[in-house]
């Protein structure tokens, strides 16, 4: 349901004034002025209806002002929105990573852990030459949280794959590393995110014959003719 127009105004004026966390504190200030009539529900109808239709009654402009006021001043909003927010990255990260899995050869553990590594790698790129971000996956230590993609440039990715088999020399070559990451980088824009990273190690570490020799043949095939 919609605010009525007096109600809406004045969480706008509050929301203008004080930021987003004016959002937060009045969805939950609805709850709380309709709780005594709520309370009282106990078919799951009748609650999804009143839930649907309470915002469109709160014609008590100065309850709701009031209700959202106080919990601006207590400072429990940016909790409440911190705790929402992890929340959906943590069902976030949880498909992401169950769409990875139906991807490729890892199990949802091995996915955890490359991620680990992953993601304390790119934290060592950001404080030294930097990497760029642009959105979706990656996070903090301990792959928790998977907030932010970082996508790696080559010598992000040498590094980084030196430290998945082990040794600098265990890669090769580094022509066959700059040609190895330019098939990773399915999209082509150079870089190559968790999701590429994920995509073709499955490939070179666990693919069938066929697969890998497929994916030696792309690396060598310069001129994609």
């Not at 060592?124 to 928790?144: K, N, P």
């Not at 697969?211 to 003719?225: N, P, V």
Request: hydrophobic share 40%; charged share 20%.
């Amino acid at each position: 349901g919609v605010l009525p127009t007096e109600t809406l105004l004045r969480v706008w004026d509050l929301f203008f004034a004080r930021g987003r966390d004016v959002l937060v504190a009045t969805a939950i200030a609805v709850l709380r002025i309709h709780a005594p009539l709520l309370l009282t529900l106990t078919e799951i109808d009748s609650i999804h209806e009143s839930l649907r239709s309470c915002a469109a009654a709160t014609h008590d402009v100065a309850a709701i002002v009031g209700e959202i006021t106080t919990m601006l001043a207590s400072g429990s909003i940016p909790k409440v929105r911190e705790a929402k927010e992890q929340d959906v990255v943590k069902k976030t990260r949880n498909l992401k990573l169950s769409q990875l899995k139906n991807q490729t050869s890892f199990k949802v553990n091995e996915l955890m852990a490359l991620h680990e590594e992953f993601a304390r790698q790119s934290m060592m790129f950001q404080t030294s030459s930097g990497a760029c971000t642009r959105g979706d996956l990656a996070g903090g230590t301990g792959g928790a949280n998977l907030v932010h993609e970082v996508s790696l440039s080559l010598q992000q990715f040498t590094d980084l794959l030196a430290r998945v088999f082990g040794s600098q020399n265990a890669l090769g070559s580094e022509e066959w590393v700059a040609r190895l990451f330019s098939v990773f980088d399915a999209n082509g824009d150079g870089t190559v995110d968790f999701s590429e990273l994920c995509t073709g190690l499955s490939i070179y570490s666990r693919g069938t014959p066929q697969q890998r020799l497929q994916l030696c043949f792309t690396a060598f095939d310069s001129d994609k003719d």
